[in-house]
C-alpha cells in the first residue's frame, strides 16, 4: 500500500505533489531549498535584519469548499494543528463541505478630530464637504480608482468621554482596496483628505490611519456534520458528542477565560494560513477578536446548532478577513506565491473564505476532542514525534522510537534521549 501523506519524508511529499502536477519542477527545487529568502528582499521588508525566523509549512487536505477541493498551507510551531484541521475538514466532508458568503471587502480610514467644541457645526461642515472629500480621496491615490476600487462612501461619528468634555468627531473613508493588503492605499488617502480638511476646518486633527475592525470585510462559512461521524462508529454516541459540542459552545459565551480559548483554537488554524500566505495575522488577530467583544462581552466566534431530527450538527463562523494576495510580503515573501497558488486562490476574497472554513474546521476538531476523548490523546503521537526530532532522531529512526516511546508510561525528552540510544545500539547490534 502506498504510504500516506504524513507517513513520507518531505522528500517524497515533494516528489508526490510534483507527480500529481500540484507544483512544478521550478517550485519543488524553491521547496527543497526551503523558501531562502534573500538578504536584499529581507532588508527591504524590516530594518536591522540579522537573521530569519523559520516556521514549518504543511498542508492540510480535504477541504472541499463551495464545491471546489482546496489544499490548505498553513506554517505553524504547534504540533497537531495541520492533523486536526485536516480531521475537522474530513468530517465537514462527509456531509457536503464548506459553504462561505462575503460582504462587500472595503477597509475603513479614520480621520480624528480631537477637543471639538462645536460637534455639530464641525458634522455639518463635513456633510457640505462630502463630495470634495471623494474627489480628494481619488486624487490622492488614483491608481486604486483605475483598478475599479478607492473611496465608495464617508460616514461621520461624534463621541465623548463623558458629558461634560469636548468631543472626538471622526470622518471615516470606506476604501475599496482590490487584492492588496491596502495599508499604504488607505494611509496615503487619508494623507490627502486630511490636509484637504485642515484648509476647510478650524479643528485638530489628532490622527489619521486605517482601522484593524474590518467589519465591512465579513467572511462567513458554514458547515454540516453527520453527527455518526463525530463518534467513530459507537452508535448513538455522535449525538451525544455533538451536543456537548453545543454545550461547549454555550458555555464559552458565557465565561470570558473559556472563550477565550475557543477562540485560540479558531485563531490556531487562520493564523496559520495568514502566515503561510505573507499576510499580516497581527491585523488579523485584532480584527477577530474585536469581533468577538462586539456585542458587549467577549464570546465564542463559533456557532453550533443541532438538528436532532436530521442527526446533524450544523457550524458557521463569521469574521472579518481583510486579507491579501498582493501587495507588501504577499508579493516578497518567496512563499506567498507558492501557497497562494496550491490553495487555488484566485483573488483575496477565495484566500478569505479558505480561511475562515480552517478556522471552523479547526474548531470542530478541538471540541470534537474535548468533549469526548479529550485533547492528550490525540497529542501522544505528534508529541512524540516532536521529541523524536528535539533529540535528534533521524527520518528513519523516527517512527521506531515513537513505538518505542508508546510503550513507556511517560513521554518526555529525557525517556526520549534514552531510548534513542537504546535504538542506536540495537541497531548496531543486528
Ligand atoms: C490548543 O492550541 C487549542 C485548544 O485549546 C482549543 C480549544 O480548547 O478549543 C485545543
Request: aromatic residues 6%; glycine residues 6%; proline residues 3%.
Amino acid at each position: 500500500m502506498p504510504k500516506r501523506f504524513y507517513e513520507q519524508t518531505r522528500q517524497e511529499r515533494l516528489v508526490y505533489l510534483a507527480e500529481q502536477g500540484l507544483i512544478t519542477a521550478a517550485e519543488q527545487e524553491l521547496l527543497q531549498k526551503n523558501f531562502p529568502l534573500s538578504d536584499e528582499y529581507a532588508n527591504h521588508l524590516i530594518e536591522n535584519q540579522v537573521a530569519q525566523v523559520h516556521l514549518p509549512l504543511g498542508l492540510a487536505f480535504n477541504f472541499v469548499i463551495d464545491g471546489r477541493a482546496r489544499i490548505v498551507p498553513m506554517a505553524t510551531e504547534e504540533p497537531s494543528v495541520i492533523a486536526a484541521c485536516s480531521f475537522g475538514a474530513k468530517l465537514i466532508q462527509q456531509a457536503g463541505g464548506f459553504q462561505t458568503k462575503s460582504t462587500e471587502r472595503l477597509m475603513i480610514g479614520q480621520i480624528v478630530f480631537n477637543d471639538v467644541g462645536n460637534p455639530a457645526k464641525l458634522l455639518q461642515t463635513l456633510a457640505h464637504e462630502e463630495q470634495a472629500i471623494l474627489r480628494v480621496a481619488h486624487e490622492s491615490y488614483p491608481s486604486i480608482v483605475k483598478r475599479g476600487g478607492g473611496t465608495q462612501s464617508v460616514q461621520y461619528k461624534k463621541q465623548q468621554m463623558n458629558p461634560q468634555s469636548t468631543s472626538f468627531v471622526t470622518v471615516e473613508l470606506l476604501i475599496d482596496v482590490k487584492d492588496a493588503m491596502g495599508a499604504n492605499i488607505v494611509n496615503a488617502i487619508l494623507e490627502g483628505v486630511g490636509a484637504y480638511l485642515q484648509t476647510k476646518v478650524n479643528e485638530e486633527v489628532l490622527l489619521k490611519i486605517l482601522s484593524n475592525y474590518a467589519d465591512h470585510s465579513l467572511v462567513t462559512a458554514t458547515c454540516k456534520v453527520h453527527t455518526r461521524d463525530l463518534a467513530r462508529g459507537i452508535a448513538g454516541e455522535g449525538n451525544k458528542i455533538a451536543r456537548r459540542i453545543v454545550a461547549a459552545t454555550d458555555y464559552a459565551n458565557l465565561d470570558i477565560y473559556r472563550a477565550t480559548t475557543h477562540n485560540k483554537g479558531i485563531m490556531n488554524g487562520i493564523d496559520a494560513v495568514v502566515l503561510a500566505t505573507g499576510n499580516d495575522f497581527r491585523a488579523i488577530e485584532a480584527g477577530c477578536h474585536a469581533y468577538a467583544s462586539r456585542k458587549g462581552t467577549y464570546q465564542a466566534l463559533t456557532q453550533w446548532t443541532l438538528n436532532e431530527e436530521a442527526e446533524t450538527l450544523i457550524g458557521e463562523l463569521t469574521v472579518p478577513m481583510l486579507i491579501a494576495i498582493v501587495g507588501g510580503a504577499t508579493s516578497i515573501l518567496p512563499q506567498a506565491t507558492f501557497t497562494q497558488k496550491i490553495s487555488q486562490s484566485e483573488s483575496a476574497s477565495d484566500l478569505a473564505k479558505m480561511i475562515v472554513a480552517v478556522g471552523l474546521a479547526q474548531n470542530l476538531a478541538a471540541l470534537r476532542a474535548l468533549v469526548s476523548e479529550g485533547i492528550q490523546k490525540g497529542h501522544m503521537n505528534l508529541q512524540a514525534k516532536t521529541l523524536a526530532a528535539t533529540v535528534g532522531a533521524t527520518d528513519i529512526e523516527v517512527p521506531k522510537l515513537i513505538a518505542k516511546m508508546k510503550e513507556k508510561p511517560t513521554m518526555n525528552q529525557e525517556v526520549a534521549q534514552l531510548l534513542l540510544q537504546e535504538l542506536r545500539m540495537e541497531n548496531n547490534q543486528s
